[in-house]
Every structure is written in C-alpha cells, then in structure tokens.
C-alpha cells in the first residue's frame, strides 16, 4: 500500500497539475469531438477523472479523464443506442461492472503483461503523438485528415495550408520547453506556463499589429464551450436516460466500456509505476474500483468514459507531480475555467499546446529506449518492435494483444520447459527461508514471484537462489532486485542472493551471510509454475 503524503511536495504537484490541466483542455475537447459526443462532456470527464478518480485512486501520478483509445467504441455506441443520454446510461452500468471487477480482484491480470509489450505501448504512444501533433504545429488543423492518416494528399494538403505564425509560435514553445528550466533564477514557473503565455502574447502581437502571422481562424485555438451566464451552466450537463437501464443493448456498451476501459486502465498505471522515479507500486483493484465509481459518476451528469491516460500521467511525472495533488489540481483547474473563464482559454494557440505534447512524446519514444531494448536480447526487442508497429497502424489494444502474443510465442519457443515440481510448505514469522528459482523462469512467473515475495513475513530471512538458472526474464529480475532493495528493508525482511550470474546485473550477497541461526527452520520453496496458496502445500509433476 502506498503511504505517500498528499502534501509531501505541494511546490512541485501544483505546478504540475497546471501543466497537466493545460494538455487536458484540448485532449478533453478533442477526444469528445472525435467521439460524436458534445464537447463539454469531455471536460466533465476530465474534471471527474482529475478530482474523484484522482482523490479514490491508488497512484500517486496516474491522471485520469477521457481517453483517446475510447473513441471508436464510443462513437459506435452512440450510433447504435441512438441517442447521447441512452449512452451515458451504458456509462454507468460500465462504471458499476468495473466496480464490481475491484471488488473480485481482477486487477491481478496487468502482473501478466511483460515490460516489453508495456515498453513498447508507451513508445507507440510516444510516437502517435508526435505524428497526431504535428499538423496542430504547423497551423493545420483538420482533423479528419489527421484522424484518416498521412495519405499523400494530406500530405499536400498540410503543406499547402501551413500557418507560418502557427510554426514560430510551436518552434519557440518547443525552445522554451527545453531550455527554460536550465535558467535557476526562473525555472522556478513551470516551462509549459510560459510556452502557454508566450504562445498567447506572441498571437496577440501579430493580431494587434495586422500582421498575416496572427492566428485568426477559432480551428487553430482552443475551442471551449461558453455558457451566457451562470443560470446556463447547469444546461451544459446531461443525465442518462434511466428507461433503457435493462436494454439489452445498452447492457452490451455498458460491458464492452468496462472491458476495454479496464485493461487500458490496467496497462496505463503499470507503465506510470515504471515512470515512477520513486518505483512505488499502484494497486490494482483499488484502482478498478476508483474508475468504476468515476465513470459512475461521469456518466450521471453528462461525461465521457474514463480511464487512466498515459499522455497526462507521463506530462505530469515530467512536470514534477510525485503525489495526487497534481491529478486533484488538474481537476479543479478544469472545473473553474470550465465555469468562469473558459473565454481565456479559448485564446491559446493549438501550436502551444502541440509543442507541449510533441516533447513529452519524444520523451516517451527516444532512440535510446530502441537501443535499451535491443541491448536485452531478441526475446526482448521482438515483441517490443511488434508492439510499436501494431499499434501504431492499428489501435492500442490491438497492438498490445499482438504483442502480447508475439511475447508468449518468443518465450515458447526459446524456453523449452521440462516437467517441474512446485512444492510450498508452511511458514511462519522469523522463519529462514529459500526461493530457489528453477532452469528457466519466463514473464508468465512474473504474476507468482511477485505475489510470493509480497506475502513474505516480516523479521524473516529470504535466500533467493538462482544457480540452477539458465534463463531469468527481464520483468522477474526487476521484481527481484526491487523486492531486494525496497521491499525487502520496509518489512525488515533480510534477503540472501546466490547464484545470480553477472549477465542479470544482480550482485550476490550470500557471502556476507555465511552463518545462518541453527534455530531457524529452513522452508525451500521450489518457483516455476503458476501461484499456489501460501498456507497450503501443493506440488505439480
């Protein structure tokens, strides 16, 4: 369980949600627009995600709000149920179903996806990214021909349409972004603040003085509804119509959200635990049940589907978030702008806002992630290069579930197993005892390692013996060495390494333990197969 302080760094988590809130405004918009939904239902969804999820949730940096990876399943949704209230109707029993998986703990199923597939998820997003922003950079903002790719008239049409002030403002939001924090004196105002600020000065300039650079035309601004006044406000929001709760299929959306919104979920809070710069663990059946009660109550007022989005989580580590006031602030920024001051933010230039996206997407997607995976071995740089071009040319789950298939067959075909034996005894508080892993130990023992080293008892002493090993995956050695050295101390828990060869960068310590207390009881425990029981003993043949 994450113990972490809301208030540990106030400074740099509201700084970080105002950067975080400043990306969320158009993605909110954007993905609402690409749904067929209206647009205010996207910053409902936002504001849902930033301050309910964000309060509820587990993670210290998961940001949560409308997803892009949604759209589609949206958009169809709304077609076949018909109308816009029937949908958010599917919303809420979505939100009950996820709810409900929490409850049952079925959050255990992200242990099985290996960091390869999870690696390459985020460089494909890293990289559709940049490729989604790059005609807002230039001043084109079609977004049907954004949304249908870059075909070769796109092509020709982007280069036709280019908006030179769009271009000065993206090259000098981008400067700003990478070197404004390198000045002591000021990088004490978050780079993305100025490139917002500098952005909307910059067009005002070129405005005033008559200039072709000024950006004039609403579809390369941010374009956020306007109530008339306070009394209009209310109207903005839409409550699901509660007739078609029992509509067969409504029930069919409601249960295809939940599916699809759960597993991005999964997968998105997985990949910003390992952006973690402190490596803390998010649990997961915490994390359904706050998305369950999210998108419960996003859908009784009018909002999107909600899941935790990687773009807004990566933004935020980079911006300095470390706990949830940077998730919770983003939500209440988008809450009293939506209310009061959405005219300000309809000044901002798109090209600003694409700036901030294409160097967060670079940081996801830069070449030393490729040479990092290719250093590991083909077992590792197959599935990741797979996972990156299917899901850049089809969907994100798609492309994932490729992966996760190429993965498993990469693992199957150069880890032959043999019969094993498992065998699980008794143990008790203060007890010595041996994990001895077995020849091969592959990605699908990640889930049962990691539960085994979880439940390990305080005051114990654990020997983790690897001479027998041939092969260790990645994801294995990275829950053992973060067991070793984080875990392990919290719980006072002594641990023993043996036998790690130096290719697994595990340094050994079963020398400087060389007597063991003859009171204690050794308990062996044998590791190559799937989770068993603790308190049971159970062996496979």
Not at 12 to 31: H, K, M, N, T, Y
Not at 209 to 223: D, K, R
Not at 327 to 337: D, E, F, R, Y
Not at 456 to 463: G, R
Request: charged share 15%; with cysteine.
């Amino acid at each position: 369980m994450n113990k972490t302080s809301p208030f540990s760094n106030v400074k740099g988590d509201l700084s970080s949600g105002l950067v975080v809130f400043l990306i969320a405004v158009p993605l909110c918009l954007g993905i609402a627009l690409a749904s067929g939904a209206p647009l205010f239902s996207g910053m409902i969804a936002g504001i849902v995600g930033g301050i309910v999820v964000g309060s509820l949730s587990g993670s210290n940096l998961s940001v949560s709000g409308p997803a892009a990876g949604l759209t589609t399943i949206v958009l169809a949704a709304i077609g076949t149920l018909g109308s816009f209230d029937v949908f958010l109707m599917a919303v809420v029993l979505a939100g009950a179903m996820q709810l409900l998986l929490g409850i049952l703990r079925a959050g255990s199923i992200a242990s099985y996806f290996p960091s390869n597939v999870i690696t390459g998820m985020l460089t494909a997003i890293g990289i559709t990214i940049v490729l989604k922003q790059i005609p807002h950079a230039l001043g084109y903002d079609k977004n049907a021909e954004v949304d249908e790719g870059y075909t070769v008239q796109a092509l020709i049409d982007m280069v036709g349409n280019i908006h030179p002030g769009a271009v000065i403002i993206t090259l000098i939001s981008i400067a700003i972004l990478l070197y404004w924090n390198k000045i002591p004196v000021v990088k004490v105002v978050p780079a993305a603040l100025v490139a917002v600020l500098v952005g909307i000065g910059m067009n005002a300039i070129f405005l005033s003085t008559g200039s072709s650079l000024g950006i004039v035309a609403q579809e390369h601004l941010v374009s956020l509804p306007v109530a008339t006044d306070f009394n209009g406000f209310p109207g903005l929001f839409t409550l699901p119509d509660f007739s078609s709760i029992f509509s067969s299929k409504v029930i069919i959306s409601a249960a295809t959200i939940a599916a699809v919104a759960s597993i991005e979920t999964l997968l998105n809070v997985e990949a910003t635990d390992k952006l973690d710069p402190q490596k803390r663990h998010s649990p997961p059946n915490r994390e359904l049940m706050a998305q369950g009660i999210g998108n419960m109550v996003s859908g009784m007022i009018g909002g999107l589907p909600i899941t935790s989005v990687i773009v807004r989580s990566s933004a935020n580590i980079n911006a300095g978030g470390r706990t949830k006031l940077a998730t919770v602030t983003h939500g209440i920024l988008l809450l009293v702008c939506a209310t009061f001051i959405p005219f300000i933010l309809n000044l901002i230039p798109l090209a600003t806002l694409a700036a901030v996206l294409l160097v967060t997407g670079y940081k996801l997607c830069k070449i030393s992630v490729f040479k990092q995976m290719f250093a590991r071995g083909k077992y590792q740089w197959v599935p990741f290069v797979v996972t990156v071009a299917a899901i850049i040319t089809t969907n994100l789950l798609v492309g994932v579930a490729i992966g996760l298939a190429v993965s498993i067959l990469s693992i199957l075909r150069g880890n032959l197993k043999s019969p094993y034996f498992f065998h699980k005894e008794k143990y008790r508080t203060g007890d010595f005892i041996k994990l001895e892993l077995a020849q091969e130990v592959s990605f699908l023992n990640k889930a049962n390692i990691l539960l085994t080293l979880d439940h390990m008892p305080a005051n114990s002493t654990i020997e983790i013996d690897a001479s027998k090993t041939v092969y260790i995956d990645q994801d294995v050695l990275d829950i053992i060495r973060e067991f070793s050295q984080i875990k392990a101390p919290q719980n006072k828990i002594k641990v023993i390494l043996k036998g790690f060869k130096d290719a697994y960068k595990i340094s050994n310590t079963d020398h400087l333990f060389m007597d063991k207390p003859a009171s204690e009881k050794p308990v062996s425990v044998i590791s190559n197969g799937t989770h068993t029981e603790l308190l049971k003993e159970l062996q496979y043949n």
